[in-house]
Structures are given as C-alpha cells and as structure tokens.
C-alpha cells in the first residue's frame, strides 16, 4: 500500500520537488496551494509519469478556516495522510516598523497557525493508527534572530520549537517529527522577500537538493535536518552559541542590507 503524502505550497520551489520527490517512489499526493494552475499542471504531470494519484486542494492557507477545510475535504475524499509536509510559508525584507502590518500578520497567520492547525488536525489520526511522518519546513533562521526580516526569523523560531516539542511527546509511538531547516534556496522565496540581492542568496542551494535532504531526513525519523548551507556558513552556525549576541545581529543584519 502506498503512502499518502499532503503537501502545503506544493505549487513551486521546495514544495513541488517534494511532490516529485513523493511520486517518484509510487506515493500519491493531497497537493494544496492558492494557484489552481500550477496544481493542476503538477498534478497531471506526476499522474502522466508515475501513475500516481493527486488530489488538488485550492486554498489560502493564511485565512482562518482553510486548515480545517484542506481536513475536511480529505476526509470527504476518504483520504488518509501518511505523511505531513508543512511547506507553505513566506518572508518579507525591511524594518519592522515601516512594514505593512497587514502582511506580516499574513505571513504569522501562513508560517505559524497554519501550520499548527493541520498538524492539530491530521496528528490524532496518525497516533490513533500508531504510524505517521510529519515534516515542517522551518530554516537556520530559526535558530537566531533576524533584523530586517525580524517577523520571518520569529516565525520559523516557533517552528522548529513547536516540531521538537510534540516529536519528544510522540516519543512512546512510531509517529516521528521533523524540522526541515534550509539555508538560502533558489525558489520563489528570494524574490517575493526581497532577500535575492543580498549578500546571503550569492550562491543559493538548489529546491531539489534541500527537498530530497528534507524527505530522506523524515523518512528516517530525525529530529532535525539542515540543508542548503555553504561550509562556511555550516561553521557559522556553529559559531553562534560564542558568539556575543550583539555582534551576531550586527553581522545578520549586514548579511541582509541591500548593496
């Protein structure tokens, strides 16, 4: 029997390698986006190669009731999700203070309740059949603040947070969580944040390379997994824990000034 794999902003970037990823061992595939276009072309795509079957789920992720409907409709389809991938998210570049509101309360209501929701919604059916996968696409920003994306960082902060937290309380089931945590990555991502002409996307990882890290590191049950970073940048993260808190947000903040 197949695996089901449900994937959030499976449209584009990490997301739909995900999805390519999923079809090409034989899974099939709950995909859920805003743009019905590109879901529906993925979708006969990967039915077309690998014969698998896609269901397509147009919803808006950042408004209030669409976790409980992406639910509801699987439910209604007599679906049932093996695999939870949480990928839909987005950043925005800039003082906290001139941002528009209305778009980073967007962005908190994507990143964070969404993602929260569907996890709240779709994790007592995996424990109540004692197997399942969730994996959440969180960042190495999670692991530090952010000037000049300060809401993003804080976003992906919960994340890794929350994934850690409810994998250690599934510890005593063969349900496992895992944090996906990116470094910069050639997706849409770059563009709609503003972050592709900063010092930080100079030599962006491909979508492929972290999507198959991502899913490699759910299938095995890991806690946390990195991708898409530079030795050098590998390094750095290590270096955060010594280094005075001061000088790291001056030197994260000169990362993401424009040029």
Known sequence: MQKVALITGASSGIGKELAQIHAEKGGDLVIVARRADKLNALKADLEKQY???VLVLVKDLAQPAAAQ?????????????DYLINNA??????????R??????????????ALTAL???FLPGMVQRNVGKILNVS?????????LQAVYFATKAYVTSFSNAIAEELHDTQVTVTALLPGATETEFAQTSGM???ELFKHPFSAREVAQTGYDGMLAGKLDVMAGLTFG??????TIPLTPKKVLLQQIRKMQELP
């Open 119 to 121: 996890t709240r919604f």
């Open 233 to 238: 940048q590998r390094m750095m993260m290590r």
């Open 51 to 53: 014969g698998v079957r």
């Open 69 to 81: 409907e992406v639910y509801d409709a699987t439910q209604a389809a007599g679906v049932t999700v």
């Open 139 to 147: 960042s190495t920003a999670s692991l530090l603040p952010g000037p």
């Open 89 to 98: 998210g987005f950043g925005g570049r800039g003082k906290f203070h001139e």
């Open 100 to 113: 528009d509101w209305a778009t980073d309360l967007t962005m908190i209501n994507l990143n964070i309740v």
């Open 196 to 198: 592709d002409k900063t």
